[in-house]
């Protein structure tokens, strides 16, 4: 499952936006939605801008995006991802926080948070979690967010 990524209240905003407009400047020359905007998708990556802020990316290139991996040893399901601390232009009081959510049927839409994983602090560190006992039809998918 694709990263969930919520917007942010940027300490520095001014044309509301969602964007931090020193992130905005430093990535695109000056703010507003002409110049990166959150409903625009300045490298044609697929992710908005607004994603890429959250997620710490750089919004004018092909930079990937935040991704859970899984894999096997056994019968024991792996779930990993790598966290980005929010640090430089555009982050300043902010934190970038992480949390892995786990459903039997994302149609359904009931995801709940894995136990322990729930509000994970971005420090540069991969974070794994096992899971010995899988159900059948697990499914996983991480979020991203800053405070």
Do not use: K
């Not at 971005?122 to 059948?136: I, K, L, W």
């Amino acid at each position: 499952e694709l990263a969930v990524l919520e917007s942010s209240v940027a300490p520095d905003d001014s044309d509301a936006d969602g964007l931090s407009d020193a992130w905005e400047t430093a990535h695109f020359g000056s703010t507003g939605a002409a110049n990166g905007g959150t409903g625009d998708d300045f490298d044609g990556d697929g992710l908005l801008n607004i994603e890429e802020y959250v997620m710490g990316s750089d919004p004018a290139a092909d930079s990937g995006a935040f991704e859970v991996e899984l894999s096997m040893a056994g019968s024991a399901v792996l779930v990993s991802f790598m966290t980005l601390e929010a640090t430089g232009t555009g982050y300043v009081g902010l934190a970038r926080y992480y949390a892995l959510q786990q459903c039997g049927n994302p149609a359904a839409g009931t995801w709940q948070a894995v136990p322990g994983y729930d509000a994970v602090l971005g420090q540069g560190q991969t974070v794994c979690y096992t899971n010995s006992s899988p159900a059948a039809a697990t499914h996983y998918r991480g979020r991203v967010w800053l405070e």
